[in-house]
Nanobody, 114 residues
Framework: QVQLVESGGGLVRPGQSLKLECQVP????????MAWYRQSPGNQRELVAY???????NVENPVKGRFTIARDNSKRILYLQMNNLKPEDSGRYFC????????WGPGTQVAVSS
């Protein structure tokens, strides 16, 4: 079974940064729009940002100006640079396709607290 593997989460203070990575398996088909999602307790999983195979990207309004999504097609890695983190950014972060999501990986936990 294809397994997405997210990493890079942690516990940080407000205003600090984290960089998440998602290693995508070779047979996943990386040549498609990819996205980061997050889920906080009691809430549904929500889209954070997406990027096309050509590099065109979009981040959702709550994180606009603070988060940047990127990808390395040769290494099949998806990145999420998160700057000026806020407590409301806390949650579990997942990567997956932008359209037609497949099985979710374990995600990586982000906690922002003073």
């Amino acid at each position: 079974q294809v397994q997405l593997v997210e990493s890079g989460g942690g516990l940080v203070r407000p205003g600090q940064s984290l960089k998440l990575e998602c290693q995508v398996p070779e047979d996943f088909g990386f040549d498609r729009p990819m996205a980061w999602y997050r889920q906080s307790p009691g809430n549904q999983r929500e889209l954070v940002a997406y990027i096309t195979s050509g590099g065109t990207s979009n981040v959702e309004n709550p994180v606009k100006g603070r988060f940047t999504i990127a990808r390395d097609n040769s290494k099949r890695i998806l990145y999420l640079q998160m700057n000026n983190l806020k407590p409301e950014d806390s949650g579990r972060y997942f990567c997956n396709r932008m359209y037609g999501v497949t099985a979710w990986g374990p995600g990586t936990q982000v906690a922002v607290s003073s």
